[in-house]
């Protein structure tokens, strides 16, 4: 298995440090659900070619924090900035169009449609007959999907003419070709590997690299912090609502992980 | 060859394959029973019968793609087909009633889709309710009688052939090649089956849900009212009471011809094919002077077998 070394993109993003620009920046972001305070000022950068990993308790706020990434949810307060612009007004629709793809477990793809068919859906490249009639470019939808998944060296068989038929860790695969074919500057994993196979999650974390390798920052949330030190260049911890602790994969183990998760002080931990 | 092979031969053969297969050998069969079948008079009137319920059947396949269902095409059908003999009786001209007649089945249309899409009621709730209300209509504007006194270029039209082939089916024919390129080439067809399929993925894909819902009851309610003036011009006049349960008849001939009651599966070629099947089992329980009622229980037990297969076929497919 061929791995992107995570090391190298790791030190490219930490030498460059202050220089390399952020694509994503939150900032100070709160939000009520009716008495609950779910996020209380969360904090957050991340750069192109990053993979950080979004971990923490049940309940944390992981999931709350990406849906208001990808315009599900309207911060009460704070900011979320793409590339220095504020996305605080637009629709899910208008985030993604701006490259922000969230990559989803289930919910993703249309089982009746090709491989294909769904990762140009809603994009589909157009020919006319005669210079008239409009038509959808099937061979460029072919030709690009199976480069494309030659690219990630996904094992989709060829022959599988609807989706339908894919396990779970060959779907992911068909949503992640997605992101990479329309170069999103920003995708989002919510738990990708969570109903997976152990061999099928060695693939997910590949996929999440290659992803970081072609440029986009990449927010990984997992409970499972064995997978979270392989896939992660940085990684955050959040604990009700707010990031607690940020640190890159390298110099953390999974007890720091656990300690922060559950509520311990960076004193308590030091001692 | 090991099932596993025979499973997905059968996967890769196209759907329509089925009831075209049992078709022919229905045709086959009747040929060699029935001397009056393979005779040039029947198959002509084989196709102008056909050309009607096919029609309805196109439309009805473009609601039961997006996992809907339209119900009330029948009602529809004998609604406008009321309609457009009142104005063709009042002495408005041909086109003037044909357009108006049209431009309420997309009215409906319009309305089933609202229904819903933005008021989100079961499609199957929606078009029930339209079934009861059109038929209605159908009586009160016609006081429960039929409506004749209609020019006879009315009558002409589906009598008439051109290059042999009746007037009606040649219609059918291109409503089928416009309704085949727009499902199957243009991105409003792909995002008919994409919403049929999972609707929740093709709205975060950026697909404009309603429209295409819209689309997809004004083509159901559009053919079928067209399918009523066919009707009205082929008996020549209308009756409130015409084109009874062809709603089933029409959803039984796409689903026998592959298409899913649970969306995103379903072809023209399957539609026609299995609105032929429907209407060569009819006219060989004529010929062979079936009683008409076994006619209703054969059509009934071949529809249940299908829909089976089809909740098969779902049910393996989510590993169930
Ligand atoms: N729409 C909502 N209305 C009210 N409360 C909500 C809503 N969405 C989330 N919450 C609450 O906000 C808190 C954070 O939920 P969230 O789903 O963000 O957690 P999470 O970190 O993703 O957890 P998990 O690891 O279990 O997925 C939970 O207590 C949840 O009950
Ligand atoms: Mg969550």
Request: with cysteine; hydrophobic share 50%; aromatic share 6%.
């Amino acid at each position: 298995m061929v791995f992107y070394p995570k090391e190298t993109t790791l030190i490219v993003a930490l030498s460059m440090g202050p220089s390399m620009k952020p694509v994503l920046t939150i900032r100070n972001v709160r939000k009520s659900f009716g008495p609950v305070e779910v996020l209380r000022g969360v904090d957050l950068d991340l750069v192109p070619g990053e993979v950080l990993a979004l971990v923490g308790d049940n309940g944390a706020g992981k999931t709350t924090l990406i849906k208001h990434i990808s315009g599900v949810y309207r911060a009460d307060s704070g900011e979320i900035q793409l590339d220095g612009k504020s996305m605080d007004l637009l629709s899910p629709r208008q985030v993604r169009e701006r490259g922000v793809e969230t990559v989803y477990q289930d919910l993703a793809l249309a089982d009746d449609l090709t491989v294909g068919a769904n990762i140009f859906l809603g994009r589909e490249p157009m020919r006319r007959l005669f210079g008239v009639l409009p038509y959808i470019d099937e061979r460029a939808i072919r030709n690009e999907t199976a480069s494309l998944l030659d690219r990630i060296k996904s094992h989709i068989p060829a022959k599988s003419k609807t989706v339908a038929r894919l396990s779970g860790g060959q779907r992911q695969a068909v949503a992640i070709a997605r992101a990479i074919y329309w170069k999103a500057k920003v995708v989002i994993m919510d738990e990708p590997t969570a109903a997976l196979a152990v061999m099928e999650r060695e693939n997910v974390i590949k996929y999440a690299r290659e992803l970081a390798a072609s440029g986009a920052g990449v927010i990984y949330i997992g409970h499972n912090l064995v997978e979270i030190l392989e896939v992660a260049d940085r990684i955050a911890v959040m604990f009700r609502g707010t990031i607690v602790h940020l640190t890159t994969a390298g110099e953390t183990t999974q007890e720091k992980l656990i300690k922060y998760m559950t509520g311990y002080t960076d004193k308590e931990i030091a001692a | 060859m090991n099932n596993d092979n025979l499973g997905a031969l059968f996967q890769r053969l196209p759907v329509e394959t089925y009831v075209v297969t049992f078709t022919v050998i229905l045709w086959i069969m009747l040929s060699a029973t029935a001397p009056n079948f393979m005779t040039v008079d029947n198959i002509s009137n084989m196709m102008r019968q056909v050309s009607i319920s096919g029609i309805i059947a196109i439309g009805v396949l473009c609601t039961i793609i997006i996992a809907g269902i339209d119900l009330s095409v029948g009602s529809v059908a004998a609604f406008c087909g009321v309609i457009v003999a009142q104005l063709l009786s009042h002495g408005y001209g041909i086109p003037i009633s044909v357009g108006l007649t049209l431009l309420a089945g997309v009215l409906v249309g319009s309305i089933n889709a609202a229904g819903v899409g933005k008021l989100g009621i079961p499609a199957f709730v929606v078009t029930l309710a339209g079934l009861q209300v059109y038929r209605g209509f159908a009586l009160l504007v016609s006081g429960g009688m039929t409506v004749g006194g209609l020019p006879p270029q009315i009558k002409d039209f589906s009598r008439g052939t051109l290059l042999g082939i009746p007037n009606l089916f040649t219609t059918m024919l291109v409503v089928a090649i416009i309704v085949h390129y727009l499902l199957s080439y243009t991105r409003t067809g792909r995002y008919l089956y994409a919403i049929g399929s999972n609707s929740e993925a093709a709205r975060r894909q950026g697909i404009p849900v309603f429209r295409m819902t819209l689309i997809a009851y004004v083509l159901s309610s559009g053919l079928a009212t067209l399918a009523g003036i066919l009707l009205v011009s082929r008996l020549s006049i209308a009756s409130p009471s015409m084109a009874n349960a062809y709603e089933l008849q029409a959803i039984a001939a796409a689903v026998v011809g592959g298409a899913s009651l649970f969306g995103g599966r379903g072809t023209v070629l399957g539609a026609v094919a299995g609105a032929i099947l429907f209407t060569t089992m009819g006219n060989g329980a004529v010929l062979l002077n079936i009683d008409p009622f076994w006619e209703m229980v054969l059509e009934g037990l071949l529809i249940a077998l299908v829909v089976y297969l089809d909740n098969l076929q779902k049910k393996r497919q989510s590993g169930l």
